[in-house]
């Protein structure tokens, strides 16, 4: 069979020529090599972490989505049809009382039609 892998390297008392400053320096290695492992490991057991990075990841895919699909309206959109709805939404925002009570009629005219029909 073969050797255990984690017995590989240098034993201990192999090699005497390896100064303190050395086998310190092995050991800070050692430390910050199995810190980030530790580190990984608990970066991929934060269920919630991952979740949150998900959905972060979703939004800016939908943003990103969301600028081209504006950017490729406006661009076969004609200018005045552009304009026109500009003025239409700033008069809207000016006074919404008239589209609100549009809207309310038409709501009570759907449910209306509904009913009839029952």
């Known amino acids: 069979m073969g ?3 984690r017995a ?30 530790v580190e990984a490991l608990a970066e991929k057991t934060d269920v919630k972490a991952q979740a949150h990075q998900r959905v972060e990841d979703v939004k800016d895919n939908v943003r990103a989505k969301a600028d081209d699909l504006k950017a490729k309206v406006q661009a076969t959109t004609p200018a005045g049809a552009q304009r026109g709805g500009r003025h239409v939404a ?5 006074n919404p009382a008239p589209l609100a009570f ?8 759907l449910i209306g039609r509904r009913t009839g029909r029952s």
Not at 16 to 28: F, N, Q
Not at 90 to 94: A, G, I, L, W, Y
């Open 8 to 37: 590989a390297g240098p034993s201990v008392g192999d090699d005497t020529s390896r100064t303190s400053e050395e086998i310190r320096a092995d050991i800070a290695q050692t430390r910050e090599a199995v810190g980030d492992t």
């Open 102 to 109: 549009g809207g309310a009629v038409l709501v009570a005219f």
């Open 3 to 5: 050797q255990d892998p």
């Open 90 to 94: 700033s008069k809207v925002r000016e």
